[in-house]
Nanobody, 118 residues
Framework: QVTLVESGGGLVQAGGSLRLSCVAS????????MGWFRQAPGKERDIVAD????????SYADSVKGRFTISRDNAKLTIDLQMNSVKPEDTAVYYC???????????WGQGTQVTVSS
């Protein structure tokens, strides 16, 4: 069993910055990739960014390219999401996800609220 815990959400003004963190823990598990997702009220959960655990390759949703940066610390089993130049449309609950075997995201954190005021 894997536990993911997010932190760093909150209220920020448009144009500001916020940094989210996620730490993974458990008895024995592997990681293929980890990622950040978000879900706004009345909408589906969408991927924001993810990162390969082996080579650090990253991918981003078009809506956040150039503004958000995902990073990892293999030793600490953490990923961060640096959010710059945030916009009101970035308001959502942000979830951390873990894909253990490369076949899809199996584990999720409880989510952290990000609210961007205009």
């Amino acid at each position: 069993q894997v536990t993911l815990v997010e932190s760093g959400g909150g209220l920020v003004q448009a144009g500001g910055s916020l940094r989210l963190s996620c730490v993974a823990s458990g008895r024995t598990f592997s990681i293929s990739r980890m990622g950040w997702f978000r879900q706004a009220p009345g909408k589906e959960r969408d991927i924001v960014a993810d990162i390969s655990w082996s080579n650090g390759r990253t991918s981003y949703a078009d809506s956040v390219k150039g503004r958000f940066t995902i990073s990892r610390d293999n030793a600490k089993l953490t990923i961060d999401l640096q959010m710059n130049s945030v916009k009101p449309e970035d308001t959502a609950v942000y979830y951390c996800g873990l894909d253990g075997d490369g076949r899809g995201y199996d584990y999720w954190g409880q989510g952290t609220q990000v609210t961007v005021s205009s």
